[in-house]
T-cell receptor
């Protein structure tokens, strides 16, 4: 079972920031928070991940609360091409460095003109 | 550069027939994963290969499903005696452990329709 809770859908106006929340209240100390997105008819695409510090890359920013029980993915200037289902995933990375992804239902983000 | 490729992109088959789905991972990636996505649902893990280790088959839904990975590269997912509930998009992903990130790169998927 997915260990995260996300709203089923969100709307955002083009050019505005999209803030996608995720609750992961049972997260353990060795689990990371990963975000992927899936544009219609495509495979999922990695966005960003973090452990406890806030992270930023060319696609997005990830804000993780101090208690690590929730996080927010921020798309600073949403475009129409950002319309997709966004998945927040809690994932343990073992000593081998590999683990599978457990996807929930995600948040359908609709960016409108 | 070349990403993960899958073939065929679409497959329509009759109930009871066997099907084979192919995945070509990114060159050099030692981990390969199969997932499936039924209509309107999230992704469901099926099986995972990592290097020469025994595969993790814990997600396979029944013994009609099997997968092989030959030479540590190409993988084939086989579904025997297909059923209508097997209809889904089957996604393959590969990854390589680098600097603490295990980003998985997904292929475009194979859409399987069982009539």
């Amino acid at each position: 079972d997915a260990k995260t809770t996300q709203p089923p859908s969100m709307d955002c106006a083009e050019g505005r920031a999209a803030n996608l929340p995720c609750n992961h209240s049972t997260i353990s100390g060795n689990e990371y928070v990963y975000w992927y997105r899936q544009i219609h008819s495509q495979g999922p695409q990695y966005i960003i991940h973090g452990l406890k510090n806030n992270e930023t890359n060319e696609m997005a920013s990830l804000i993780i609360t101090e208690d690590r029980k929730s996080s927010t993915l921020i798309l600073p200037h949403a475009t129409l091409r950002d319309t997709a289902v966004y998945y927040c995933i809690v994932r343990e990375v073992g000593s081998s460095g590999y683990s599978t992804l457990t996807f929930g239902k995600g948040t359908m983000l609709l960016v409108s003109p | 550069g070349a990403g993960v490729s899958q073939s065929p992109s679409n497959k329509v088959t009759e109930k009871g027939k066997d099907v084979e789905l192919r995945c070509d991972p990114i060159s050099g990636h030692t981990a390969l994963y199969w997932y499936r996505q039924s209509l309107g649902q999230g992704l469901e893990f099926l099986i995972y290969f990592q290097g020469n280790s025994a595969p993790d088959k814990s997600g396979l839904p029944s013994d009609r499903f099997s997968a092989e990975r030959t030479g540590g590269s190409v993988s084939t997912l086989t579904i025997q005696r297909t059923q209508q509930e097997d209809s889904a998009v089957y996604l393959c992903a590969s990854s390589s452990w680098t600097s603490g990130n295990n980003e998985q790169f997904f292929g475009p998927g194979t859409r399987l329709t069982v009539l």
